[in-house]
């Protein structure tokens, strides 16, 4: 069983950053591949960085299109963190951004379904 649970959410100016961290339970954290995931109302969920199991910290590293050269995903397996550095905010980018964990794989899966895990999400307000 893992819990997660986010924060760093907020308000911020188009162009600006944010870093959203999600706290694990857990002694086996660093077996587990990790996701972000974000939803707009109105919106499904969709895949937005995965990073894979590690013995240490690091990792594989996916990115959505969306996102890729703005977003960094990272993990820390001594402190049971992943994190998810946002640059060059958008308003596009508002949404309830949700964590996830699944148990390790060589595929880091961009599909919700697949996660077994999920925090109760952050909201990310991006103002135009």
């Known amino acids: 069983q893992v819990q997660l649970v986010e924060s760093g959410g907020g308000l911020v100016q188009a162009g600006g950053s944010l870093r959203l961290s999600c706290a694990a339970s857990g002694r086996t954290f660093s077996s587990y591949n990790m996701g972000w995931f974000r939803q707009a109302p109105g919106k499904e969920r969709e895949f937005v960085a995965g990073i894979s199991w590690s013995r240490w910290s690091g990792g594989r590293t996916v990115y959505a299109d969306s996102v890729k050269g703005r977003f960094t995903i990272s993990r820390d397996n001594a402190k049971n963190t992943v994190y998810l550095q946002m640059n060059s905010l958008k308003p596009e980018d508002t949404a309830i951004y949700y964590c996830?964990?699944?148990?390790?794989?060589?595929?880091?899966?961009?599909?919700?379904?697949?996660?077994?895990?999920w925090g109760q999400g952050t909201q990310v307000t991006v103002s135009s």
């Open positions: 996830a964990a699944r148990p390790g794989s060589i595929e880091i899966t961009i599909a919700a379904m697949r996660y077994d895990y």
